[in-house]
Nanobody, 122 residues
Framework: VQLVESGGGLVQAGGSLKLSCAAS????????MGWFRQAPGKDREFVAV????????YYADSVKGRFTISRNNAKNTVSLQMNSLKPEDTAVYYC????????????????WGQGTQVTVSS
């Protein structure tokens, strides 16, 4: 599976961005899809995950109520709608695919995109 993220950019605090991740391969619907992020000098951290059907998702506490993950298995895409952005949301955001589990554990993800930069100014 190859993953390509898009949609990052510079936004003011309180604004919104929508990230997209396009996946190659005909087995996209068999993967749980997650979003992670990495700020400068920090470890990569879990943001959100959605299961194979798209009917179940969960979020890191830091983004709950502000971010929404969704997927379209017909188009092989997963998205992250980010609202009420804060400067602390500034990071490189990565899309990832897991064949084995619907998890927040970074080690469960086999495939990763190259990342897209999100910068939130105060």
């Amino acid at each position: 599976v190859q993953l390509v993220e898009s949609g990052g950019g510079l936004v003011q605090a309180g604004g919104s961005l929508k990230l997209s991740c396009a996946a190659s391969g005909r087995t996209f619907s068999s993967y749980a899809m997650g979003w992670f992020r990495q700020a400068p000098g920090k470890d990569r951290e879990f943001v959100a995950v959605i299961n194979w059907t798209g009917r179940s998702a969960y979020y890191a506490d830091s983004v709950k109520g502000r971010f929404t993950i969704s997927r379209n298995n017909a188009k092989n895409t997963v998205s992250l709608q980010m609202n009420s952005l804060k400067p602390e949301d500034t990071a490189v955001y990565y899309c990832a695919a897991s064949s084995g589990s619907y998890s927040s554990n970074i080690d469960r993800y086999e495939y990763w995109g190259q990342g897209t930069q999100v910068t939130v100014s105060s």
